[in-house]
């Protein structure tokens, strides 16, 4: 069952188009990548899923309903940049931030405290946040994202900026939210995190969709475009041949990107013919990265960041 | 989703009100406005009634004058304080006339300190009238008044005496009216007692007049520190893009409304606390007195505080109307101010012009005061931004009629819905702009989104 359904929205602002006729479907239960370089138009799209801001045209849906305020607190976002307010002490931005959610006091106070020991932070709980460290004021932010229980956790870079350990955490929490029955929708221009956190990805470059669809399938269509080499001997003949674009030496091995994926076996006999000793010769699935540069040049080669 | 509007309110309320700041405020600012409203006065005095005897030198070259000058500052007890003389005239042996010797002897003198400086009295100033006064620091003006006033007295007298008057005789002749003013309402009393309400009647109206100035200028002063607080936090939610989760749950105008909402209602707080001491302070001044061992409050503060009793609650519901009217229509200026803007430094030079709109009918308002029923007053009155203060100040001054002030009130309240529905567009698009500041351009298009 379909959890959000985004129908051909568009929105411009002036002459820029930020977000230019999009469509998506995300499951209910799904951990789903919104990817694309900075100024994409993944804040954009998120906002007007989030309804902060109504696209020119299109329409999004919530289990086939319009979105309503109600549905506001079934939501959990978590802004780009983050920040709290300053002044106010830990307990009370969180309160502020589940009572406008909804949530009822006792409720959220029950709520306050348990994510406070889980987050190991609860000695900090009559702190005020400006004592708090970077780290620590993002792990609040996150329990303000997602105290009320939302059935829909949208994450807007999550991870920029985290160290390492916290970084890990939030990755365990989000699996353990959507373990628990949580959607998640996260947006980030890191490809690596997507690939190894998604089910299904929407990749838009210049407010258009480039991908979109399950990350295994798309790995699929674009083929085993490039060929690892271990080897000893001449590397110019690797080089040199005419199955072969492009060729980056790495010392011990080469990889190798192909004319065209099914060239492979043309290419280890001609080197096996050159009497070239392969140690290794591994056909590689192509990264995100790699699907997300060659799917973006293609298109022009709009790709200005990556 | 009212309930949301008032956890916005709560959150603005709350974080102000626990603030030392806030606790500081209710503290300090009773003590600073009396400071502002006496130090001008008491500056005037310690001025006159400063410890050290200015020593003058005099050369009196008509041989007639500095006697009497010496017994006028004698018998009079102006120039008198704690029993000593203020003013100490020492009467040069020689003449003047432009001698530099003496001069430059008289210049080093002045420059030890050991005299304040000398007056030059010539011979001829009966005809020519015409004296001259050396000193280091000119803008002593009560110096130079005390010495231009007891000249002046022994010149007329003496020039009086020369045609054949006798002085004392022209004076009583000369002598002024009394004026006495009575401030015509529409519901003053009969008076019965004239002489009393003679001295009542002026009275009142300084008192009236303090009243007012205080109450303008808690109404400037507050919708000038508070408007900033809106903006403040406009700017905070707009940085730190909590905004977008809170806009998530509630519409900005709501976003918005709560936090006027929640503001405003710290200053009232504020008020109401003042408010409140301030009757109790009345209604037990004797027994508070009792505690300093006085039985009663000198005559002249019992009819301040009687006045102020008597001034009753319409002066104080005009203020609320007033003060609540204002500062939601510049506290929603300041908040668009902060969602256009993007850091504090940046914001500074933005409300400027807005902060002029303020302080200008602040300052016309000396002006004003004294005429508050010319045609320039009426008109300033009834321009939106000028009201809470001209208005409200005319209403305490002069009390149009009912229909002009609710005419006036009806005004108000359209430019703020007015303002808060064209506010609140730019202040919707502008949360969730980042980077450059819009230009007028842009903001004139975001009025068409």
Not at chain 1, 32 to 44: E, I, Q, R, V
Not at chain 1, 186 to 203: D, G, P, V, W
Not at chain 2, 147 to 165: A, P
Not at chain 2, 226 to 235: D, P
Request: hydrophobic share 45%; net charge neutral; glycine share 6%.
């Amino acid at each position: 069952m379909n959890l959000v359904q985004v129908e051909n929205i568009s929105k411009h602002f002036g002459d820029f188009k930020a977000v230019d006729n999009i469509s998506f479907n995300i499951e209910k239960g799904a951990v789903y990548g919104l990817l694309g370089p900075n100024g994409a138009g993944k804040t954009t799209t998120i906002r007007m899923i989030m309804d902060i801001i109504a696209p020119d045209s299109g329409t999004i849906a919530f289990s086939g309903n319009r979105p309503s305020a109600d549905f506001a607190d079934r939501i959990g976002y978590l802004p780009e940049e983050r920040g709290l307010y300053r002044k106010m002490k830990v307990g009370d931005v969180i309160l502020f931030m589940a009572e406008l959610r909804g949530m009822n006091r006792v409720d959220a106070f029950d709520e306050i405290d348990r994510w406070l020991q889980k987050m190991d932070l609860a000695e900090w709980k009559n702190r005020k946040i400006e004592e708090l460290s970077k780290g620590m004021a993002q792990k609040i932010q996150f329990i303000t994202t997602v105290i009320h229980k939302p059935e829909l956790i949208i994450l807007d870079e999550p991870f920029s900026g985290l160290d390492p350990i916290n970084m890990t955490l939030l990755k365990d929490l989000m699996l353990e939210l959507n373990a628990d029955g949580a959607t998640i929708i996260f947006s980030t221009h890191i490809m690596e995190q997507a690939e190894r956190l998604c089910e299904r990805i929407c990749l838009v470059n210049a407010g258009k969709i480039v991908v979109e669809g399950d990350l295994k399938e798309i790995k699929k269509s674009f083929g085993k475009g490039s060929v690892e080499i271990e080897y000893s001997g001449n590397v110019d003949l690797i080089k040199n041949s005419r199955f072969v674009v492009s060729c980056n030496d790495f010392g011990q091995y080469v990889e190798v990107k192909l004319r065209a994926p099914e060239h492979y076996n043309a290419l280890l006999r001609e080197l096996v013919e050159a009497s070239v000793d392969i140690t290794r010769f591994e056909l590689m699935e192509p990264t995100l990265h790699e699907i997300f540069v060659q799917s973006v040049q293609g298109e022009g080669g709009r790709a200005d960041a990556a | 989703m009212q309930r949301k509007v008032i956890t916005v309110i709560k959150r603005e309320y709350i974080t102000r009100v626990k603030t030392k700041g806030f606790a500081a405020s209710i503290l300090l600012m009773p003590v600073m406005m009396c400071i502002m409203m006496v130090l001008p006065s008491l500056m005037m005095t310690l001025q006159h009634k400063s410890d050290e005897t200015k020593t003058f030198v005099v050369f009196d070259e008509t041989g007639a004058i500095f006697s009497r000058m010496q017994r006028a500052l004698d018998e009079d007890p102006f120039f008198h304080h704690d029993g000593r003389r203020v003013y100490q005239l020492i009467e040069h042996p020689s003449d003047f006339n432009g001698n530099l010797e003496i001069k430059n002897q008289l210049n080093q003198q002045l420059e030890a300190k050991e005299i304040q400086g000398y007056i030059e009295i010539p011979a001829d100033v009966f005809e020519r009238l015409q004296v001259s006064y050396y000193a280091k620091n000119l803008t002593n003006f009560e110096t130079q008044r005390a010495f231009r006033r007891v000249i002046s007295q022994i010149v007329i007298n003496k020039r009086l005496e020369d045609k054949g008057y006798a002085a004392h005789e022209v004076r009583t002749l000369m002598q002024r009216i009394r004026l006495t003013e009575y401030a015509v309402t529409a519901t003053a009393e009969k008076v019965e007692d004239a002489e009393t309400a003679t001295v009542a009647g002026r009275e009142t109206t300084f008192v009236k007049l303090g009243l007012t100035y205080i109450l303008t200028f808690s109404l400037y002063i507050f919708t000038l520190l508070y408007g900033a607080s809106v903006m403040r936090s406009v700017l905070e939610e707009k940085t730190t893009r909590i905004v977008e989760v809170i806009i998530s749950s509630i519409k900005p105008y709501q976003l918005l409304l709560g936090k006027i909402i929640g503001v405003c209602s710290v200053c009232l707080s504020m008020f109401l606390i003042w408010g409140a001491c301030a009757v109790l302070l009345l209604m037990n001044i004797n027994p508070i007195l009792g505690l300093f061992g006085r039985q009663e409050l000198p005559p002249q503060l019992i009819e301040i505080t009687n006045i102020i009793k008597s001034t009753g609650p319409s002066a104080f519901l005009y203020f609320l109307i007033y003060f609540v009217s204002g500062f939601f229509l510049f506290s929603t200026l300041y908040a668009v101010v902060g969602a256009i803007c993007n850091s504090e430094e940046e914001a500074q030079q933005v409300v400027t012009p807005l902060v002029m709109v303020l302080v200008i009918p602040f300052m016309l308002m000396f002006g004003l005061f004294r005429v508050p029923d010319s045609t320039l007053t009426i008109v300033l009155s009834h321009v939106p931004f000028f009201s809470p203060l001209i208005m409200f100040m005319r209403i305490s001054v002069l009390t149009p009629p009912l229909w002009e002030i609710l005419i006036n009130i009806a005004v108000m309240i359209a430019t703020i819905v007015g303002a808060n529905l064209v506010m609140g567009k730019i202040y919707k698009i502008g949360i969730l702009m980042y980077g450059k500041r819009p230009t007028l351009r842009e903001l004139w298009k975001w009025l068409h989104y």
